[in-house]
């Protein structure tokens, strides 16, 4: 899972077995270690219902989707979830193989639809 923030967005990017896993489980997390040894936690879950919504607690940066928002991505070629909370873009998206070189992990992402193979 990748997380990449901005100004104001939060962006979570997941592969092919990272969107299988969110299929079967009710949450899946990553996190990144600092030298320090704090991590910086992220985690997707799932909601009964209502739209995307962030929080951010401690060390964890939550996002969570409806229950049926995340089947219906999970099981289907749509590349995102977007919404807003705040003045906070929310975007949960497959994430595609680069087109520029090969990535040692292209085979767990997306075809990319730019590309021309």
Known sequence: MKLRLDENSV???LRRSEV???AQSPSIEAATVFPNGRK???MLSKKPAGPLAVTFEGDRIA???AQADA???TGSEQVGLYGREGGLEIMIEKDFRRTSMPSPDDADRYP???SAT
Do not use: M
């Open 11 to 13: 962006r979570i990017r």
């Open 20 to 22: 299988e896993r969110f």
């Open 40 to 42: 910086l936690t992220f």
């Open 63 to 65: 996002v969570a989707i």
């Open 71 to 73: 089947d219906a991505w």
């Open 112 to 114: 990319n639809p730019r």
